[in-house]
């Protein structure tokens, strides 16, 4: 009877965390490779980026700074689409942990130079100057609206005009360059981890059984 109970429960607790991370799926980055220029102080990654589904044809970011030198904030964020959708700025949308902020969200299919060979769909500014500008460890969050946009559109590479997802220009930097362009990885939603955790469930409850 015991042992039942714990099949159950092991069942029970595996299916609820993976329909809650499902419910909560986000596409994360984490900014860790120095593109070109100078490397941020400190160690990587140093900012990530959590994108996920806020409504029906909405889709809310979250750029956290992970900044160590006095004089660096990240100052433009570019992304990829894939399929490319029209989409705007929702206004009054923009949320931030201090005075961060977000000056401007651009979208045109290729439209925006991050460096050489790289072109992005996305392009979005933050202060140059004043206490609006992101660094530290501050967070700013906004909403991006258009016809059936979800998180999966920015899982992607335009591969004929460059090869990442995503970069940051990350200014004020002690180096020669005094700046710096990052690309990221994506780092695993946590459905995709506890799903996986679920198929590892499976043969424990196997085993459990095989004791019974």
Same mark, same amino acid.
């Given at each position: 009877m015991k042992k039942t109970l714990a099949m159950f429960l092991v069942l029970v607790s595996v299916t609820t965390l993976a329909f809650t991370a499902q419910s909560n799926a986000a596409v994360i980055y984490a900014y860790n490779s120095v593109a070109t220029g100078d490397s941020p102080a400190g160690s990587a990654p140093w900012a990530t980026l959590t994108i996920q589904n806020h409504a029906a044809n909405q889709v809310k970011f979250t750029l956290q700074?992970?900044?160590? +030198?006095?004089?660096?904030?990240?100052?433009?964020?570019? &992304?990829?689409?894939?399929p490319f959708v029209s989409a705007s700025l929702v206004p009054g949308s923009v949320d931030t942990s201090g005075g961060s902020n977000v000056t401007s969200v651009n979208v045109s299919l290729n439209g925006f130079n991050a460096i050489s060979g790289e072109k992005f769909d996305v392009e979005v500014n933050l202060p140059n100057s004043g206490p +609006?500008? &992101?660094k530290g460890t501050e967070w700013v969050s906004w909403i991006l609206q258009g016809t059936g946009l979800t998180e999966n559109h920015f899982l992607a590479t335009s591969y004929d005009q460059g090869l990442f997802h995503t970069m940051i220009h990350v200014q004020g930097i002690d180096g020669q360059a005094g700046s710096g362009k990052l690309t990221a990885t994506v780092i695993p939603e946590p459905a995709t981890i506890l799903l996986f955790a679920a198929g590892l469930g499976v043969p424990m409850v196997s085993r459990l059984r095989r004791r019974a």
């Open positions: 700074a992970n900044l160590h +030198g006095l004089n660096e904030f990240i100052r433009t964020l570019w &992304l990829n689409m894939d +609006g500008r &992101l």
